[in-house]
């Protein structure tokens, strides 16, 4: 038995270091005094200084912060109700709907970007308006739905049939019902699948590239224009920042769901 561990133990430990040795690089050279990318000239922390005196780099900060909030939430609160919606629905429509809503999990990214695109391009002279923040938003939000609906509907399985029934008969609107019986049931799951959508908006390239237009510029894409010339090790400083952001954000929904998984151990 030992001797079949030790090679799984010896490659697990070589994928994460595949993995995660370009980031631990990226973090030290953003604190190295120098510009070079291979000598380690001593420790400051001036890129992170002059990362809050340059303005491109904090408008599409600001940029990016701004559609992942608004993003996430119109996400968060249209992925709810769709899984209450389909939850209600017959289970053989429900499993065709859910597998539909895989669709844009699983599709590349560059698929959903240049489709939006398409769209968008397509319906500028019907709407009459451009790429740029509102195309960005739009693409945002649909594709983080799909991740709330998975993230709530789970949550949904676990609720007694009867309970909304019950909530009414003892005098409570449809609409209380829901708020003060359902609502609480749920919510680790509205929760977690805002902090997916978030991340996940916060994180994205792609789509966002084909979706923005010229006018507008995320965090990923205005690094990716600064990589096509000479790298600032400014750069190392912001990307260590969102790192550290995605990463909790990460830790906190994994606590979250080992949390409820422990609850539910008898």
Request: aromatic letters at 10%.
């Amino acid at each position: 038995m030992r001797k079949t561990r030790i090679p799984g133990r010896v490659l697990t430990i070589l994928a994460f270091v595949f993995l995660y040795m370009p980031i631990v690089v990226l973090v030290v050279y953003s604190f190295n005094s120098g510009k070079s990318r291979s000598i380690w000239t001593g420790f400051t922390l001036d890129w992170y200084k002059q990362l809050l005196s340059n303005r491109m780099i904090l408008n599409s900060l600001w940029i990016t912060l701004l559609v992942s909030v608004i993003a996430a939430l119109v996400a968060t609160v249209a992925g709810t109700f769709s899984a209450v919606g389909l939850f209600n629905l017959k289970k053989r429509v429900r499993a065709v709907l859910l597998g539909i809503n895989q669709i844009p999990v699983i599709n590349a990214d560059i698929i959903t970007g240049v489709s939006m695109m398409i769209l968008f391009v397509s319906a500028r002279s019907v709407l009459g308006f451009k790429l740029g923040f509102g195309t960005l938003l739009i693409a945002h939000i649909t594709f983080n739905i799909p991740y709330v609906i998975l993230s709530v509907m789970p949550k949904l399985y676990q609720l007694d049939n009867n309970l909304f029934e019950a909530a009414q008969d003892l005098g409570a609107t449809w609409i209380q019902a829901f708020y003060k019986v359902i609502l609480p049931e749920i919510r680790p799951g509205i929760v977690n699948g805002l902090l997916i959508a978030f991340t996940m908006s916060i994180d994205d390239f792609v789509i966002s590239y084909f979706t923005a237009g010229n006018s507008t510029q995320t965090l990923s894409m205005t690094i990716y224009a600064m990589t096509r010339r000479r790298i600032s090790p400014e750069i190392n400083a912001i990307s260590t920042l969102m790192f550290a952001v995605v990463l909790t954000l990460l830790l906190v929904v994994n606590v979250r769901q080992m949390r409820e998984s422990a609850k539910r151990l008898p």
